[in-house]
């Protein structure tokens, strides 16, 4: 990855990353791999073929536990490891979502249960289950994965969005809460990022062109447009940051 700053403070910081093994959250890992953090990721699918290449690449391994976020138990168990393996998680990357279409008239209570475990639930556990751990360390950043979907008002995904909406107030409520532990607690709002999912599920050319009609900068998102800011919003350069809601998405929403 090039052109992404350095954050001397990071070096050695324990981070865990949900979702860290694919899209956004793979090129999240090897950012924070490549500022000297000790990196510790979940995912339901095996990442090993991308701990191989960090490896190979970077001579630095991450730890990897294969982990369906909706299981809290089992996504508290892998903090737990990943702090003992690595010193108290300093850095959450709450990045793990599924933006999976659905119309409101076919969604039922079991789909309803499964996306805001996925999409809000999860999020909510993994904050909890740091929050300790980041007391005792005198401090630490939270980063919780939003979407401007929602500031859209995008149909197709009401459960997705109304979940992104979700997660802005929880990181606000968590900031408040927490401040005084000098934890911070910050959401990232990315635009369409073409993810090789979003290529093969969801973009189309007419797609596309209407998104790229509504951005201001004129080139797609890419997973590593996502890294710098992530970078900023954990290290101390954004220490007196919390509470606050950072959008990249190429200018399509104004916020403000």
Excluded at 92 to 99: G, M, P, Q, Y
Aim: with cysteine; glycine share 10%.
């Amino acid at each position: 990855m090039k052109d992404i700053a350095t954050f001397h403070d990071l070096a050695g910081a324990s981070v865990f990353i949900t979702g860290g093994g694919a899209g956004i959250g793979a090129a999240l890992s090897e950012g924070f791999i490549e500022q000297g953090a000790k990196v510790a990721i979940v995912g339901r699918s095996d990442a090993t073929a991308f701990c191989d290449e960090m490896e190979a690449k970077h001579g630095v391994r991450p730890l990897f536990m294969q982990c369906d976020i909706t299981d809290t138990d089992l996504l508290k168990a892998c903090i737990d490891q990943a702090a003992e393996a690595h010193g108290p998680v300093t850095v959450l990357v709450n990045n793990a979502a599924n933006d999976k279409r659905h119309a409101t008239l076919d969604v039922d209570s079991a789909f309803w249960d499964w996306m805001i475990a996925v999409n809000f639930k999860a999020y909510f556990f993994a904050c909890q289950a740091v929050i300790p751990g980041m007391q005792a360390a005198g401090g630490g950043s939270i980063i919780n994965f939003s979407s401007v979907s929602y500031m859209m008002g995008n149909a197709g995904y009401p459960i997705y969005t109304g979940a992104n909406s979700g997660i802005n107030g929880m990181t606000r409520s968590l900031a408040r809460e927490f401040g005084p532990d000098k934890i911070r607690v910050n959401a990232l709002a990315p635009g369409w990022v073409l993810t090789q999912k979003q290529l093969d599920m969801w973009a189309t050319p007419e797609g596309l062109e209407a998104h790229m009609e509504r951005q201001c900068l004129k080139e797609h998102l890419e997973p590593r447009d996502i890294v710098g800011a992530t970078l900023f919003m954990a290290s101390e350069a954004s220490r007196m940051m919390t509470g606050q809601a950072m959008v990249i998405d190429g200018g399509v929403v104004v916020t403000g």
